[in-house]
């Protein structure tokens, strides 16, 4: 198996990066329609509509993609000798990918309040949690490219 996944190692690479990319389109900008959602009137055609644009960005887009990214990921790290396992920089990306996939959950459980008419959050809590997957991309990919 390690030798098939070492001669496919930039397919694979090019399928994480790909997911990733999705994973983090839908991540952006599931909290920016948060935001939207807090302007209209619970229950009015509108909340219906953003609803249904939560539920199948979520389901059907980011969670996907986050499958993928993570699947895809973990086989490039089985990879013998493609990762320094005592390497800083690796620790930390890993930590930031966990703190994305629980961003991940928040923004679930964030739409079942929606989806029930019974959102906890104003506005400007959105606004705010909109940078969180930001600033943990940016951590991801200097990681990953700088290696500090």
């Known amino acids: 198996m390690t030798d098939f996944l ?3 190692q930039s397919w694979i690479l ?5 997911a990733f990319i999705a994973w983090m389109a839908g991540t952006f900008y599931l909290p920016r329609l948060y ?3 807090c302007q209209v009137v619970p229950g009015s055609a509108e909340s219906e509509r953003f609803k249904v644009m939560e539920r199948k960005l979520l389901r059907q887009i980011m969670t996907p993609a986050m499958i993928v990214t993570f699947l895809a990921g ?3 790290a089985s990879i013998p000798g493609l990762i320094d396992w005592n390497a800083g920089w690796w620790w ?3 930590i930031c990918v966990f703190g994305l996939a629980g961003f991940h959950g928040a923004c679930g459980t964030w739409r079942r309040g929606f989806a029930e008419d019974r959102n906890q959050h104003p506005e400007k809590f959105y606004r705010i949690a909109n940078e969180v997957p930001t600033i943990l991309m940016m ?3 200097i990681m990953i490219i700088v290696r500090p």
């Open 6 to 8: 070492a001669t496919y």
């Open 14 to 18: 090019s399928l994480h990066i790909m």
């Open 35 to 37: 935001v939207y959602h």
């Open 74 to 76: 973990g086989a490039l």
């Open 92 to 94: 930390t990306k890993l």
């Open 139 to 141: 951590v991801i990919v």
